[in-house]
């Protein structure tokens, strides 16, 4: 089983930028799909972005081409993957949470098949 742990996350200005990390370790890291999550206040838990463990990727209607996903696989134990946001707006504020489908080659931007979530990190986005 994987362990997740999310960064990056923190206060920004909108039409500002941040980078989001999920740091993928633990056996077959890197064949685990990650799937990016955001969850507002008072809100469920949507699906941003994913990618699955050969680097094919997804992107839920929340991203609306602002947000891009990548990763970098050290070896088959770690990985890292990455949530880039641009021009980042109000209603981006959320926890964001990264989560772990094993063996993905396409993965979901729903979280019913993620079996392993990290902790999350707050993201606000506010003047």
């Known amino acids: 089983q994987v362990h997740l742990v999310e960064s990056g996350g923190g206060l920004v200005q909108p039409g500002e930028s941040l980078r989001l990390s999920c740091l993928v370790s633990?056996?077959?890291?890197?064949?685990?799909?990650i799937g990016w999550f955001r969850q507002a206040p008072g809100k469920s838990r949507e699906g941003i972005s994913c990618i699955g463990y050969t680097g094919k990727t997804f992107d839920g209607e929340p991203a609306k081409g602002r947000f891009t996903i990548s990763r970098d696989d050290s070896d088959n134990n770690q990985s890292t993957v990455y949530l880039q946001i641009t021009n980042a707006q109000p209603e981006d504020t959320g926890v964001y949470y990264c989560?772990?489908?094993?063996?993905?080659?396409?993965?979901?931007?729903?979280?019913?098949?993620?079996?392993?979530w990290g902790q999350g990190t707050q993201v606000t986005v506010s003047s």
């Open positions: 633990g056996s077959e890291a890197g064949y685990h799909g």
């Open positions: 989560a772990g489908q094993p063996a993905a080659v396409l993965c979901a931007i729903v979280p019913g098949p993620y079996d392993t």
